[in-house]
């Protein structure tokens, strides 16, 4: 029903995220902030489009995750159940608003949305539809909530709800991380910063890396899974760096390199460690030349955020090694990094990207909005 109504009402979901986006223009946002912003009738369809695709999974709630039965005849079982009420705090995408809420319900939670004052009038547009579509279907209006107070003290309040949210989900940038660290007292789940790195190997396919570490750069700038710093083994730099340039260029992209990239590249910018730690968010990257793969998996033990981190080979073994040894919530062999986010891996979409290691890591589904209980069944058991 929810994507049905988004669907039909894409043209009014639009005027209000117009509204949104002039504001936005006028207070000086940058391109990036602009593009995770902005809706089009595509992007609406694409909403609705992954709101079918949640309701179509399993439902998780009651699934038996392990069981067995004990020698003196208790049935031990583990099962799924809702976290409760889960808060999403996140920052300007009005796509979120649906996806969060999609997933929240799906795993039998109340969806209780704070979004940024940027996106106030396209995230009010979207709740009031997702809100029409709960009540249709027979479940409690506020089963999806939003609070529309954007101030700085009612997120810190929203923060601070424990007993009332269950489960605290952040979406934002470094801003929003510090102040949940800071004023959280609802559990959380942290959804950090995307620091991605593409590591062409010297057994790479130089073809397949090119197409992998472009996409992986360019497909969209102002999204957490782009690629922020691509590493390139030294047997292949002199080939593949100026290649890697002329393709950046084109998509006007800034590179900023390390000594070994500026003798190959002219015009690139002298990298700084900063640079080589920044999630750029924009037509920026950091291109670096590393001696083999121990030290590419230094670098980005060094400056990684614990996202999403590539490696391009066509070496079993050095492929094998980078998954075991690189600390990510995701890994990915010959394969661009834009794939963790976006219902790309089957997830149905995802509430976020969990950069920690407790509870859930990685792109958050259905799965991983909901908790376990143990259930055990006898018949008269008593412990002596």
Same mark, same amino acid.
């Given at each position: 029903m929810a994507a049905d109504l988004l669907d039909a009402e894409w043209a009014r979901l639009i005027t209000a995220n117009e509204a949104d986006l002039a504001r936005a223009r006028a207070a000086g946002a940058a391109p990036a902030a602009l593009d995770r912003l902005s809706l089009s009738e595509e992007r609406v369809h694409a909403m609705a489009t992954s709101l079918r695709a949640v309701a179509a999974l399993s439902n998780p709630v009651g699934e038996v995750v392990e069981g067995w039965v004990r020698p003196n005849g208790l049935a031990v079982t583990k099962v799924r159940v809702p976290l409760g009420v889960i808060g999403v705090i996140y920052e300007n995408r009005p796509n979120v608003t649906s996806d969060a809420a999609g997933l929240c319900l799906k795993a039998g939670n109340a969806a209780f949305l704070r979004g940024s004052g940027s996106a106030l009038a396209s995230n009010q547009a979207v709740v009031a539809l997702l809100r029409q579509a709960c009540t249709k279907a027979g479940l409690p209006e506020d089963s999806v909530a939003l609070v529309e107070d954007v101030s700085h003290q009612t997120a810190v309040e929203? /923060?601070?709800?424990?007993?009332?949210? +269950?489960?605290?989900?952040?979406?934002?940038?470094?801003?929003?991380?510090?102040? /949940? $660290?800071?004023?959280?007292?609802?559990? @959380?789940?942290?959804d950090g910063d995307g620091n991605c790195h593409v590591y062409v190997d010297a057994a790479a396919d130089l073809a397949m890396a090119l197409e992998i570490a472009v996409n992986a750069k360019t497909q969209r700038f102002g999204v957490c899974n782009a690629a922020e710093t691509i590493l390139v083994h030294a047997d292949v730099a002199q080939r593949f760096v100026p290649a890697l340039a002329q393709a950046l260029a084109a998509a006007d992209v800034e590179v900023r390199g390390d000594d070994a990239v500026c003798t190959l590249v002219q015009g690139a910018v002298?990298?700084?460690?900063? +640079?080589?730690?920044?999630?750029? $968010?924009?037509?920026?990257?950091?291109?670096?030349?590393?001696?083999? $793969?121990?030290?590419?998996?230094?670098?980005?033990?060094? @400056?990684?955020?614990?996202?999403?981190?590539?490696i391009v080979t066509s070496d079993v073994h050095a492929a094998e090694r980078f998954v075991r040894e690189v600390d990510a919530a995701a890994v990915l062999v010959n394969a661009s990094t834009r794939f963790i986010d976006g219902n790309e891996l089957g997830l149905g979409a995802e509430v976020g990207i969990s950069t920690q290691k407790l509870h859930a890591r990685g792109p958050m589904g259905v799965r991983e909005l909901t908790s376990t209980k143990w259930v055990v069944r006898g018949d008269g058991q008593v412990r002596r």
């Open positions: 929203f /923060m601070q709800l424990r007993g009332l949210i +269950d489960c605290l989900i952040p979406r934002g940038g470094p801003a929003l991380i510090a102040s /949940m $660290l800071e004023h959280a007292s609802v559990p @959380y789940v942290l002298v990298a700084t460690d900063e +640079d080589f730690a920044n999630e750029f $968010l924009g037509p920026i990257v950091a291109v670096g030349v590393v001696g083999d $793969l121990d030290a590419a998996i230094d670098h980005i033990a060094r @400056y990684t955020s614990g996202h999403s981190e590539a």
